[in-house]
T-cell receptor, first 113, second 112 residues
Framework: DAGVTQSPTHLIKTRGQHVTLRCSPI?????VSWYQQVLGQGPQFIFQ???????GRGNFPDRFSARQFPNYSSELNVNALLLGDSALYLC????????????FGSGTRLTVV | LAKTTQPISMDSYEGQEVNITCSHN???????ITWYQQFPSQGPRFIIQ???TKVTNEVASLFIPADRKSSTLSLPRVSLSDTAVYYC?????????????FGTGTRLTVIP
């Protein structure tokens, strides 16, 4: 089975631009969460979606938005990029009742210049 | 969710047993203790989860005393490939409702 897949793996953007990151969860997983990890720190929660509905939102500005599609894949959008948005963006999927926690993808490395 | 406290870094020689202790004084009745491992430029990987007493799998053991205010991740006979950051998390319910709160983790360095 394929794990959580994220695209692209690396991305370079200019300040003020917009970016869209994509995530495909493990087959059968209906919950997708997004995390931002700045170098040297632990991942910080951004959003969680379950069955296409937002179930949780972290302490991030409105420039960050996300959505989940009927096939449970998800997009994270960030508008008006700032240098401080440079980070590894991680997607995780899970399924209710699983005993194995969340499964993370390898992330998208976003660099804002 | 209860805040966790763990050492910032640890060093160990290859072949030794490594124990990483995590404090979670404000853990609630419905909370579980979960550990993740993260290698550079990869997402965290679930290692083990427990509620009380001892849990063991093919990778690690998790010891949780009766008061549940701390827990210890035990890695038997570490190898160089165990060099990574280890995160202790307290999660609501067995599957962790909503967000996971990661601290800065413990950076384990295994020395040849």
């Amino acid at each position: 089975d394929a794990g959580v897949t994220q695209s692209p793996t690396h991305l370079i953007k200019t300040r003020g631009q917009h970016v869209t990151l994509r995530c495909s969860p493990i087959s059968g997983h209906k919950s997708v969460s997004w995390y931002q990890q700045v170098l040297g720190q632990g991942p910080q929660f951004i959003f969680q979606y379950y069955e296409k509905e937002e179930r949780g939102r972290g302490n991030f500005p409105d420039r960050f938005s996300a959505r989940q599609f009927p096939n449970y894949s998800s997009e994270l959008n960030v508008n008006a990029l700032l240098l401080g948005d440079s980070a590894l963006y991680l997607c995780a999927s899970s399924s209710p009742g699983t005993e194995y926690g969340y499964t993370f993808g390898s992330g998208t490395r976003l660099t804002v210049v | 969710l209860a805040k966790t406290t763990q050492p910032i870094s640890m060093d160990s020689y290859e072949g030794q047993e490594v124990n990483i202790t995590c404090s979670h004084n404000n853990i609630a009745t419905n909370d579980y203790i979960t550990w993740y491992q993260q290698f550079p430029s990869q997402g965290p990987r679930f290692i083990i989860q427990g509620y009380k007493t001892k849990v063991t799998n093919e990778v690690a053991s998790l010891f949780i005393p009766a008061d549940r205010k701390s827990s210890t991740l035990s890695l038997p006979r570490v190898s160089l490939s165990d060099t990574a950051v280890y995160y202790c998390l307290v999660v609501l319910g067995q599957t962790g409702a909503n967000n996971l709160f990661f601290g800065t983790g413990t950076r384990l360095t295994v020395i040849p």
